[in-house]
């Protein structure tokens, strides 16, 4: 997935949580991690920067379908000076242009 800070500061951190779906709309698997930051030996995003990073989704059963739709969500994003961003003003998720 690509990440794009389009805020006026830089990203020092931010987590995200990816909820895989059947075609029905059930969850079939779901991982939470640090997409940007989270230890010291990784950079923040500045700004009009992007970055793009990977959901690994496991589970203990197979799939059942191959029909399956990633949804993204972030719980966290900090800001330069460990300010705290919005999430409901500040952060947008789009869907590429294929």
């Not at 779906?21 to 992007?50: C, E, F, Y």
């Amino acid at each position: 997935m690509a990440l794009t800070n389009n805020l006026a500061e830089s990203v020092e951190s931010a987590r995200a949580i990816c909820f895989l779906l059947d075609d029905q709309g059930n969850m079939a698997g779901q991982s939470t991690k640090w997409v940007i930051g989270g230890t010291k030996d990784r950079l923040a995003l500045q700004p009009k920067s992007g970055t793009i990073f990977n959901f690994v989704i496991t589970s203990p059963q197979p799939f059942t379908t191959t029909n399956l739709t990633a949804q993204v969500s972030f719980s966290r994003v900090v800001l330069t000076g460990g300010k705290l961003a919005n999430l409901q003003q500040e952060v947008t998720i789009a869907t590429a242009i294929k």
